[in-house]
């Protein structure tokens, strides 16, 4: 198999760095969800636990996908990428895992790449991976995935800004989390499922990304049971295979297009996603009077009605997305009334707020608490992203802004929304990226 990185995203233009957006235009038609993101990239991962090829379909085409393909490339995987129709085709084979090390440059851009620790330490007995450090929503240790390791028996060294675990063979423990994670529930479920004996963990994250994960690894010879509720257990096995997996819809980019046709009062259906996944989200928007109707694997979403505001609290799965919190506050600025939106997964999640203040809208943050008052009118202007959910929040409050808006630093936009301008502009949105070439009637803005 070859090595090869197409699909590349812009990375160092100056202008693609930019989105144009005139607002107004209510979003008419249908809108297609890509692949999850968050179950992408441990499935990705979880190619480290074997030798045989890993082939996942559904993988969307976004930054953070990039940076793990050249992550495991750089232990010595073998990456393929499928091409025309198959392009969200990726076969994964770590045959032979040179260097089981994830270096500062990588992790650095991708706090998820410590998803690499639990499968490389089971599998090659060692692992390195760099510490990643603070983020801009807040500081995300990861000293749950560390205590978790090292409950099935792994020795962890921290030097150097690098976390070195090394272990011959993990041994099946009892895991209760201190606190739930998405990201650490699923390192140990790989550790475990190479470990020797039973491993129980409790108080997991309930995630569909964690279920889905569960279902690769399970298809590669793995014995999991309970993976989407908050107990798993888990039968070590000694060796795992190859397997071919579908990885589910993106919940988050399409709630994103709900929002985003609720707020503009469009029409639009969201297809391929999993209306199940998105529960919190729709009984949220019957009581900002927002119509939808669903099929299995579509939304509609009819958004003619005035919006009234409504509280919003996030949490973990299945209650309300903090991923969703950034864009549901773009929404809560044109309801009636004031919407208190208290988020409690991440400590400094608001960055977006004094962007959309900017625009207009009328938002006063009070500890973990935005309190949010509508409707207030936006006005288009020059506004910066600060992270990934934030610069779609700014992409939705754009969507109804009067005139133009700017939106500086899309690149964080690019990390997890495959092509959202051309996704958008098929819906009748008036967005390009500066510096894009656009057939004269598409252009729009
Ligand atoms: C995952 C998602 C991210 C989402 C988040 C919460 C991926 C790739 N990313 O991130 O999009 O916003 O879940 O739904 O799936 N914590 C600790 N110690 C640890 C680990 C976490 O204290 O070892 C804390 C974090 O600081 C945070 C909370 O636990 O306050 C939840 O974080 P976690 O679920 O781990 O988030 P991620 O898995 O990083």
Redesign the pocket.
Known sequence: MGLAFAHALPEDDFDMDKFVIRGGNPLLGTIRVSGAK?AA?PAMAAALLTDEPVILENIPQVRDIETTRKLLAAMGAEVELGYGRAQHRTTLCCRNLASPEASYELVKTM??STLVLGPLVARCGRARVSLPGGCAI????????IKGLESLGATIVQDHGYVEASAKRLKGAEIVFD??????TEDLLMAAALAEGETVMQNC?R?P?VADLADLLNKMGARIEGAGTSTIRIKGVEKLHGAKHRIIPDRIEAATFILAGALTGGDINVAGCDPHHLDALLQKLKEVGVKTTHTKESIRVMGDNPLKASDVVTE?YPGF???VQAQYMALATQADGTSIITEN??ENRFMHAQELVRMGANIKIEGRRAIVRGKAPLSGAAVLASDLRASASLVLAALVADGETIIDRVYHIDRGYENIEEKLRGVGAQIRRLGEILPKKAAGA
């Open positions: 968050n990239l706090r998820a807040g500081a995300r240790p990861i000293d749950l995935h606190k739930i994670t998405v990201t650490g994250a995630e990304e973990e997305p903090t991923d997964i991440f």
